[in-house]
């Protein structure tokens, strides 16, 4: 039996685009309460709007910044401000920053990698840990990335921090065993959203490329997956997910459809 989310309290980091904002929408549909954080605040407004429009019982929104600890402190402080108790947390912001070989490198990327990806959670899972001890039944979703289990080329420090978000969970799991909070990864593979855009630094033909002659996986996908994992009933936890485009059998092995 499916556990209702309708009221529920459900914050969202990174969720100004991509898994982030499409998450939203799908919890807003039903009927939780989202309180959504990024650093583009026009960008979460008009994700706001849309959770509205989709039935939220209310939509928040904040800046956040989780690359700095005063910024998600006072971010998850006027969280606690709407609610004294946090049901769902999405740690959904990260990303990855080039393609480069460990040998030619640039400390600019490593950092963001390192800051967003890995002590970006920390931060933000540490400052919700309060509102959710108490709150058996309560949900973490990590997104992390099949580059956390499989390593591959340019993917040096992307892979690392993935792999890093995959043992944070399984820490968490261990540390929270006995409280009832629940604490999951949700891997996904080849998806189509900014990411590429990003990593290949607004290059849109580089990032085209990725997806090209395949039918990759959508935000939408990644939601639902969500969804699923945060309505289980009380008594189960979806430790782990890997979720892959039928076209990718794995990170080095895709069939493309060529002209």
């Avoid at 969720?15 to 799908?26: I, K, N, P």
């Avoid at 990024?38 to 904040?62: I, K, M, N």
């Avoid at 956390?148 to 420090?157: D, F, I, K, L």
């Avoid at 009933?233 to 990170?251: G, R, S």
Wanted: a negative charge; aromatic letters at 6%.
């Amino acid at each position: 039996m499916n556990t209702s989310l309708k009221d529920k309290w459900v914050f969202i980091t990174g969720a100004s685009a991509g898994f982030g904002a499409e998450g939203a929408v799908h919890f807003a549909r039903e009927g939780a309460h989202l309180v959504i954080g990024a650093r583009r605040v026009d960008r979460l407004e008009a994700v706001a709007a849309q959770c509205q429009e989709a039935g939220a019982a209310s939509v928040h929104f904040h800046e956040l910044d989780v690359a700095c600890t005063a910024n998600v402190n006072a971010c998850v402080a006027w969280l606690k401000e709407l609610t004294p108790q946090l049901d769902v947390l999405v740690n959904n912001a990260g990303g990855a920053h080039g393609t480069d070989t460990v040998a030619e490198g640039k400390d600019a990327d490593w950092e963001a990698m390192v800051q967003s990806n890995f002590l970006g959670l920390m931060r933000v899972t540490r400052a919700c840990l309060p509102l959710m001890m108490e709150n058996a039944g309560s949900t973490i979703i990590n997104i992390g990335s099949i580059a956390g289990r499989v390593a591959y080329e340019g993917g040096s420090v992307y892979c690392g921090v993935k792999a890093a978000e995959k043992q944070i969970t399984q820490s968490l799991r261990l540390e929270l065993n006995g409280t009832g909070v629940r604490v999951g990864t949700l891997d996904p593979g080849l998806a189509e959203t900014e990411f590429s855009i990003v990593r290949f630094k607004g290059d849109q033909s580089k990032s085209d490329k990725v997806y090209e002659g395949l039918d990759p996986l959508v935000a939408e996908d990644i939601a639902e997956a969500m969804i699923w994992m945060a309505t289980r009933p009380p008594h189960v936890c979806i430790d782990e997910i890997l979720i892959k485009c039928t076209a990718q059998a794995a990170v080095h092995k895709t069939h493309r459809v060529t002209d």
